[in-house]
């Protein structure tokens, strides 16, 4: 570690303020002290400039809060997890800069403050490209609390949080896709879609509450993460295409990429949002709880006795391609 | 994350073999289920090749082992927390291969089981460089067992375990270093010192439970290390350079680089030994735990009122400045 980094370690930690409530030893000794809960429910996310975002598009604030965003989504997937603490394993290239690197952590610290998260430790060193991988933990009472991916079962129905496509529509119109006119707030949401996603921490918690079965976080699009849970659940997912929420703004970006609004919105991956398996029963607590937070719940499917894979009842294709982001 | 990149990750759990006791949901999930202990004493250590070590010095099974090692060696570093669970963020470069990721992975693999450590989870990704960044998870019943690097009294005695510079000479001897003549067995231990340093776990806990007050893993090296001690304890650490104990060969290594062996001894890091700071009262107790964890342990100064840094005292340089790699 050389000077420069152990003044960047200083810096940040000034920059990242009080710690948790948690949190016994934080930042500054050799490993973070913290105060456990009686289950530890712990992820991990790496984005890499050039293949999950590229510094030319994003900020460095929105860099920093996107890949805290990525992680934290998988704890909202495990559903009745508290957000507890993140760690940051941040490589910096050459001449990135400590302003940049200071906003970076902000972003993320921004965000992990108004998820209850405390920032408990990190590493930071040299590195080729830009590289930010966050380890997150949240806090359970009791395994049941959890929702995994492998409880589906025939008969539950299937629901998305949110809107689907935004995040791709919004990657699409930084890498300067022709759109013609598109209302500015239109395109700012799209923008915030892509560089600011919002994990569904309490939407988790609620679905867990309301007797979700399996739920799982939309990372690389409903088509494939659907997929992994049928696969887990040993079970068929059958999605409506034509059920699914699309983003505001989304159709006619598509119409102007000449992509299929709805496979897009099933492919495109990056929306963050949750896709959960519920039994009929327990339809209406799962309507309230999304309402509680605010958020849309849309109901697009049905999981069926089958073979373990996804199946658009309304397309032709059996199982959509994943859409590759074009950075 | 692309098919190749999903047959990798069942291809790693595969090789993982099965979990420890703690694990509830692991690899597979959103997230890792563990049983808490009362406190998480957590760690993050991320390496990057080209900076940290090259694939041209190392086998992929040695990387793996020594990045986990160095996490590891920060749980070490705090005495009194059992090895619980390590995760980890794995970028492979263009061409790396499922073969070698395996070895990677395998290699650290056999020091977690080894260590009592359950590799929990993790991510894959793609990344210009390989990128192994490991976060460690130890469990504590008490922070009181916990060793800080802010404990130090003037007074206190300094030792340091086994021996230093090892893994510098390990180093130079890769790089191509003439030598001359050097036996074998010594030429394959120092290689050893280097590409598979031994985190010292149990002689942490012993020298915690011996009462040590002050604790720092030799990562960078004894003048850098010693000095992050010294500032968090507000106290000077007066070491001797006359006293540091070589590694067997580094003597005759430093002899061909034509530099002083105890200065390389101090300043060449990457030995994963461990510094601590005993009462004299604890003197005995200190030895007979090291020596239980059949480990040399040497005394190397003493903490003194003054300035919070380290002095050699045997040096007309206060402070050594660190031996920067050349990889």
């Not at 990525?70 to 990135?96: R, V």
């Not at 799209?190 to 979700?212: D, F, I, N, S, V």
Request: glycine share 12%; hydrophobic share 45%.
């Amino acid at each position: 570690l050389g000077q420069g980094e152990l003044d960047l370690i200083d810096a940040l930690n000034r920059a990242l303020g009080a710690a948790g409530a948690r949190v016994i030893t934080g930042r500054g000794d050799d490993a973070a002290v913290v105060r456990a809960g009686r289950f530890a429910v712990t992820s991990v996310d790496t984005m890499v400039e050039g293949v999950h975002f590229r510094t030319s598009q994003l900020t460095p604030a929105e860099i920093g809060h996107r890949a805290l965003a990525a992680a934290l989504s998988d704890i909202a997937a495990m559903g009745g997890a508290t957000p507890g603490e993140a760690y940051l394993a941040l490589g910096l290239p050459p001449g990135f800069g400590q302003p940049r690197a200071l906003e970076l952590i902000e972003g993320a610290g921004a965000l992990a403050a108004r998820s209850g998260v405390t920032i408990a430790g990190g590493d930071v060193t040299s590195a080729g490209e830009l590289i930010v991988s966050w380890t997150v933990v949240g806090w359970a009472d009791r395994p049941q609390q959890l929702i995994g991916r492998d409880g589906a079962r025939p008969g539950d129905l299937v629901a998305v949080t949110g809107e689907l496509g935004g995040s791709g529509a919004g990657l699409a119109l930084l890498a300067g896709a022709e759109v013609g006119r598109i209302d500015a707030a239109v395109r700012a949401a799209l923008h915030a879609r892509y560089a600011r996603p919002e994990p569904r921490l309490a939407a988790g918690r609620a679905l867990a509450a309301a007797g979700a079965r399996a739920m799982i976080d939309l990372s690389d699009g409903l088509a494939t993460d659907a997929g992994h849970l049928a696969r887990a659940s040993g079970a068929e997912l059958e999605v409506e295409l034509a059920a699914l929420p699309l983003a505001p703004g989304l159709a006619h970006v598509c119409a102007s990429l000449r992509r299929d609004a709805r496979e897009f919105a099933a492919t495109a991956g990056d929306d963050y949002e949750l896709c959960a398996c519920v039994p009929p029963s327990a339809r209406a607590v799962a309507e309230a709880a999304a309402r509680s937070c605010e958020l849309r719940l849309t109901w697009v499917g049905r999981v069926r006795a089958g073979k373990p894979r996804v199946r658009f009842a309304d397309s032709d294709r059996s199982a959509l391609r994943g859409y590759e982001h074009s950075l």
